[in-house]
């Protein structure tokens, strides 16, 4: 079936730069993205990847995908306070909903000043 | 502005007493769906809807229902809450997958709920 899994929890320095893993189980996922949620708030989407890149750069942003070991990781460089929030990675589900997003746990980033 | 909108943004509520949460887009969005969040869980699929009249179960539809009339309202309704519902529920939106570009989803602002 389909799951996404990332780790919970990750704390870094203002300046520093953070990196987010997930690992997903759908090979036939076209599209991975991240999305971000600061507290008390909806999901935004980040940024997104399509399965035949291995990388992306968006600003701050780098995503790099490895589809031989289904890894997916969002790169923050110079973290910011304003950075803070839970980050999802998603794939898009398939079958008879191709919108269908499956979400992983979440990581909450912590930026210390 | 184009926005998810639901409501209420925080409710308390007793075991068995129904109660319905609306979700109102402004895109002219056809696909819909009801996630709930809840930690080390992630987000998960309650229901889904493809277009007007048109309905689907999620990954965790137990104790809940939707309904689709109109393309831009989206309620999710709990006829029996029970304590396991608590939780924290975004509605969200997206045109239709094309499959040629990225279909990003809209995200409500979220309502906490509590079943005591």
């Known amino acids: 079936g389909e799951d996404v899994e990332q780790s919970l929890f990750l704390s870094v320095r203002e300046g520093d730069s953070s990196v987010i893993n997930c690992t997903y189980t759908?090979?036939?996922?076209?599209?991975l993205y991240w999305y971000k949620q600061e507290p008390g708030a909806g999901l935004q989407l980040l940024t997104y990847?399509?399965?035949?890149?291995d990388m992306k750069q968006d600003q701050r942003l780098t995503v790099l995908l490895n589809k031989k070991d289904k890894h997916l990781s969002l790169r923050i460089a110079d973290t910011q306070t304003g950075d803070s929030a839970i980050y999802f990675c998603?794939?898009?589900?398939?079958?008879?909903?191709?919108?269908?997003?499956?979400f992983g746990t979440g990581t909450l980033l912590a930026v210390q000043p | 502005e184009a926005q998810v909108t639901q409501n209420p943004r925080y409710l308390i509520t007793v075991t068995g007493k129904k109660l319905t949460v609306t979700c109102s887009q402004n895109?002219?969005?056809?696909?819909m769906s009801w996630y709930r969040q809840d930690p080390g869980l992630g987000l998960r699929q309650i229901y889904y809807?493809?277009?007007?009249?048109?309905?689907d179960k999620g990954d965790v539809p137990e104790g809940y229902k939707v309904s689709r009339k109109e393309k831009r309202n989206f309620p999710l309704i709990l006829e029996s809450p029970s304590p396991n519902q608590t939780s924290l529920y975004f509605c969200?939106?997206?045109?239709?997958?094309?499959?040629?570009?990225?279909?990003?989803?809209?995200f409500g602002q979220g309502t906490r709920l509590t079943v005591v």
């Open positions: 969200a939106s997206s045109p239709p997958d094309r499959g040629r570009a990225p279909t990003e989803a809209f």
């Open positions: 759908d090979s036939s996922s076209t599209y």
């Open positions: 990847i399509f399965s035949n890149m």
């Open positions: 998603a794939e898009r589900g398939y079958g008879g909903a191709t919108n269908k997003l499956i």
């Open positions: 895109m002219n969005h056809e696909y």
């Open positions: 809807s493809m277009n007007v009249e048109v309905t």
